[in-house]
């Protein structure tokens, strides 16, 4: 039996079998909402749901940008829940690391695919399913790297700058049933970011005014104050959650 408070509200997240997407699940679930979460892998997925509690939380394993899967998920939320009140999109991919000169374009069509795409694709289904009737709010995982220039990510950067535009576009034409809000974290520490800072934590820390990188409970509190009554008059927003990194990228330091 589940020691949480019941809140009877019900969110989907994506990308949510470890990382900032089970940190997210995690707040939510923490506050007494129930999830649905998706990954690519049915045993962490099983694993995930076990931890957040069977009572509370669902899986379903697919590929985000899947329409297929897309649809599935929603199917059987609205099924075992009977409502979608919150989209947590976080599934996203990062597969080339070089210069946007030597940028193969069939990786770049499969990150936008996998990044921005799938995100619509969930907020189609979500809106068409619950939302548009109920009302409701949404939630993109974007990045730092889609507010600045991020050098050898450019792929990602660009899907991520396409989120925050995303979101935007969302928050337009989805008032005043549904907010659509973005969160653009700096480095996290998860699994997916474990090539920019492991061998080298205590460095890549030390350039953060808060001496220390994030972990996924400082996305998921953010993600959970978005998706609250508590930011029922903030839409169209991108919160970057960085550690004050940005506050040292000052001209002349």
Known sequence: MSTHPDSGRVAIVTGASRGIGYGIAQALVARGDRVVITGRNEEPLKEAVERLGADRALGVA???HDEAHQAEVVERTMEAFGRVDYLANNAGTNPVFGPLAELDLGVARKVFETNVLSALGFAQQTHRAWMKENGGAIVNIASVAGVSASPLVGAYGMSKAAMVNLTLQLAAEMAPGVRANAIAPAVVKTK?????????????????PLGRLGVPEDIGGAAAFLLSDAAAWITGQTLVVDGGIFLTASVGG
Not at 193 to 208: D, N
């Open 62 to 64: 697919g590929k985000a």
């Open 192 to 208: 997916f970011a474990a090539v920019l800072y492991e061998g080298r934590e205590e460095q890549a820390a030390a350039a953060y």
